[in-house]
């Protein structure tokens, strides 16, 4: 069961390279998985992503960008993929305007997510 496990709400940690971390969020893979809300302030994003490898190779990763509150394709801010992800991947998302949103997340492998925003 994927279960998100941290979210950098009030403590933002600031990065070198010029990115806040906004959210983290872990999960085990195997079906569809939305995270919780996190909030960002109108500003450039990108997401930091893994995927575990199985036994015989990389995975594919699909995840999508939503509102909170909405759902379904017509409500899709972004759809990435990574079709054989193999070790650390970054997708610049681009600006978003101020508010909440969610990931939706499907793999067949454990992953971890990085939401960062630009300083």
Known sequence: M???????AA???????GWTTVATFKGDGGHAFD??????????????????PNSS?????????FREGTSGVQNELGRHAC???NGKQTDEVGAFAAGSYYLRVLTSRPWTMTV???Q
């Open 83 to 85: 079709v054989s992800c």
């Open 2 to 8: 994927a279960i998100a496990v941290a979210i950098a």
């Open 11 to 17: 403590a933002r940690s600031a990065s070198a390279a």
């Open 57 to 65: 190779g990389p995975v594919p990763l699909l995840w999508s960008v």
């Open 116 to 118: 960062e925003e630009a």
């Open 35 to 52: 995270t919780k809300p996190f909030a960002v302030h109108g500003r450039n994003i990108r997401v930091v992503y893994t995927v575990e």
